[in-house]
């Protein structure tokens, strides 16, 4: 109930204050408009050039990023040897 009162009596003096001050609101209003239309401008080149950037991604042939088996195993190997390494420093530790 008391935000139905409160939006009323906003939306009066709201009201009255457009009707007092016209004048000063249109040039508000002259000076608002062209920030406006530039940001939304700006903002929808923004997204357009992502979206068209999405498109072209799709557009390219999937580039084949499996490593050489010689790799693989060179790694696995390396974890391997880190492995044992660590518990043999574990078993000293202790």
């Known amino acids: 109930m008391k935000t139905l009162i409160g939006g009323a009596v906003a939306a009066v003096l709201g009201l009255i204050g457009?009707?007092?001050?016209?004048?000063?609101?249109l040039q508000l209003l002259a000076?608002?408009?062209?920030?406006?239309l530039l940001l939304g401008g700006g903002l929808a080149l923004y997204l357009g050039f992502d979206e068209l950037k999405d498109t072209w991604k799709k557009d390219e042939p999937a580039?084949?990023?499996a490593t050489p088996t010689e790799d693989t195993d060179k790694y696995k190997q390396e974890i391997e040897d880190l492995k044992k390494e660590?518990?043999?420093?574990k078993t000293e530790k202790a």
């Open 63 to 65: 580039v084949e990023t």
């Open 86 to 89: 660590i518990e043999t420093l």
């Open 31 to 36: 000076g608002a408009i062209p920030v406006m």
């Open 18 to 25: 457009i009707s007092v001050w016209w004048k000063p609101f």
